[in-house]
């Protein structure tokens, strides 16, 4: 039978009967404090994913490259092949096939409410395989997004419906686990609902960090961020040096920290931070359930300038004008205290993994008067804001940047340098690489001269810190290419011109194919990327699994494949219409 249990906390103190004690603390166990307004999760109703041990290698919203994690990360032992299993009774909703993201992955939907995913796949259980088999097929195309009817690909709890692997964006075997409300498709910590994940173990603080917030703001004598040394573990956290730290106007507060399960290696996300100050409230981020639409404001809620310096990321109390995160319970005056002087403020910094245990840190920080009348001058730049469209240009470029794009108004930054040999338009510096942005902007960049005539082979590209570009696209309109790019950095044009190069792995031309034996080949192309590909046998469509991070393409013989003599063609073009042509006969 299905088991909720509900729990108030009121000012910190646990208030309820004695024959309910037992019951909260198996609920706290497993998913630490609940707020009065956040329901309960029913904890019995889903079963473990797999057959194996669970030990986490990520955890739910964890920081990523501009998202939060929407599950957790199951290891699978280093190996692909392991059983995936049902969690509950249910049928198959969504079928996702993508060279990308989250590769094979499988979408159930139970009548409880909620959907389960299980993503990164090698396959799935043999009708489940041949039904989306037949559609690939159908559509001829590798990369899919099916729905099948419901009740068409049941699932019972318990049963094996798909193998673990690592498909798509994954950088090893394991397998992706979501738990998501069917309804909004919101993703919920699959820890709440009574996973068998065992966790003994406290998060580690590695820094705390104070932040001086306006021009006139100190904090240890300086007008820079200021991390105190720590040392101790758990709850017994303290800075080295004892003394008050010593704040003028206003301040905000950050955290790097991780955790361990026990016995895990993995370093993997917190679930909660929360600040006090004089032991009242003041900030709480909490990681029970987001949408995907909110999951790119990490960039505001992380101190992205230090993680595009370090590769290091601090949660900040500090929120933005334009950051809509829903995952903040608590936040007084956007996660900024002011500092009056002559006044001192205790200070506690806690943070807990999924399963409440927990860790902190305490201090004291001491009101002085500001030393700075006031901050340096901005000159004369040109203010971006966050709540109406900017647009800015000169005779060499043009930008029409949108409001929703920025967390918060900004002096914005430009300059110019020539272009390089390899380069087809002069090198544009637009604003800071380390100040975030939400959403995407135009830019269009002026075409040198000598080439116009070239339009359909020209590319946007963002230069790295080495100078390596990446492709942006983009359009010819006029004597400007135009592209719509979602980070600040240096821009210019280049040419490709340069085919796509087809390499055989275990093929040759009149080579007679084991049984059995899978057509390997491998394609790669350096500048715009791969656009699409296709591969044929005796003239029909093939379907090749196409794994962008290996380069490879992979054809499993099947009734398209006849005994004795096959033409085989692999055709593969890249974004600026390069294309390059393989041909050879299989024989079987």
């Known amino acids: 039978m299905m088991q909720e249990i509900h729990v108030g906390l009121e000012n910190n103190t646990l208030r309820m009967k004695p024959n309910k004690i037992i019951a909260f603390l198996i609920f706290f166990a497993l998913s630490g404090n609940k707020s009065p307004a956040q329901t309960a999760y029913p904890l019995d109703y889903f079963s473990a994913p797999v057959d194996i041990p669970i030990v986490l290698s990520g955890s739910f919203a964890e920081l990523r490259s501009n998202h939060f994690h929407s599950g957790i990360d199951i290891r699978t032992q280093g190996v692909e092949g392991k059983n995936i299993l049902a969690c ?87 397998l992706h686990f979501e738990i998501r409300e069917s309804a909004t498709e919101m993703p919920v910590n699959p820890l709440l609902f009574g996973m068998p994940v065992r966790d003994f173990t406290r998060p580690v603080i590695n820094a705390v960090r104070i932040y001086p917030e306006g021009q006139t703001s100190t904090v240890a004598g300086r007008k820079t961020d200021f991390d105190p040394k720590i040392a101790g573990w758990g709850t017994s956290y303290r800075l080295v040096d004892n003394n008050e730290i010593e704040a003028a106007g206003a301040v905000s507060f950050g955290i790097n920290a991780h955790d361990l399960q026990s016995g895990g290696t993995n370093k993997n996300g917190i679930n909660l931070f929360r600040v006090l100050v004089d032991s009242l409230p003041f900030f709480e981020w909490k990681a029970e359930k987001f949408s995907f639409a909110e999951t790119r404001y990490i960039n505001s809620f992380i101190d992205y300038a230090f993680y595009n310096k370090a590769k290091e990321r601090f949660i900040r109390t500090k929120k933005a004008p334009n950051n809509k995160l829903s995952l903040y319970k608590t936040i007084k005056n956007d996660g900024i205290l002011e500092i009056t002087a002559g006044k001192s403020y205790t200070i506690t910094i806690e943070t807990a993994d999924g399963h409440g245990n927990l860790s902190s840190v305490g201090f004291k920080i001491k009101g002085v008067s500001a030393p700075w009348p006031s901050g340096l001058p901005l000159g004369n730049l040109p203010v971006f804001s966050h709540d109406r469209l900017n647009e800015f240009s000169s005779n060499d470029l043009r930008i029409s940047l949108p409001g929703k794009c920025l967390y918060d108004t900004l002096h914005f930054e430009y300059s110019t340098s020539p272009a390089l040999p390899e380069h087809c338009a002069s090198v544009h510096s637009i604003h800071k690489p380390d100040v975030p942005l939400h959403d995407y902007f135009d830019l269009s960049i002026r075409i040198g001269d000598a080439w116009l005539g070239y339009e359909k082979k020209l590319i946007m590209v ?127």
């Open 88 to 174: 509950a009774d249910g049928y198959v909703s969504r079928i996702r096939i993508s060279p990308f993201g989250f590769g094979k992955t499988l979408y159930v939907t139970h009548p409880n409410g909620y959907s389960t995913v299980y993503a990164h796949l090698s396959g799935f259980r043999t009708d489940i395989a041949s039904w989306a088999r037949s559609e690939q097929y159908r559509l001829e195309q590798f990369e899919v997004d099916l729905f099948p009817a419901p009740g068409l690909l049941k699932v019972t709890r318990g049963e094996i419906i798909a193998f673990s692997g690592n498909s798509g964006s994954s950088q090893g075997p394991h």
């Open 462 to 588: 963002k230069l790295g810190n080495t100078g390596k570009p990446e492709s942006a696209g983009g359009t010819v309109e006029g004597e400007f290419l135009r592209a719509r790019v979602r980070e600040f950095g240096r821009y210019t044009v280049m040419a490709d011109t340069v085919s796509p190069v087809i390499k055989a792995i275990n093929i040759r031309n009149n080579q007679k194919q084991e049984p059995g034996k899978a057509v390997v080949l491998s394609i790669s192309d350096d500048l715009s990327g791969i656009k699409n590909y296709r591969g044929t046998m005796n003239g029909r469509w093939i379907l090749m699994d196409y794994d962008p991070k290996n380069k490879r393409l992979t054809y499993t013989p099947d009734d398209r494949m006849n005994t004795g003599s096959n033409a085989f063609v692999l055709y593969v073009e890249d974004g600026a219409g390069n294309a390059s042509e393989y041909k050879a006969t299989l024989m079987r």
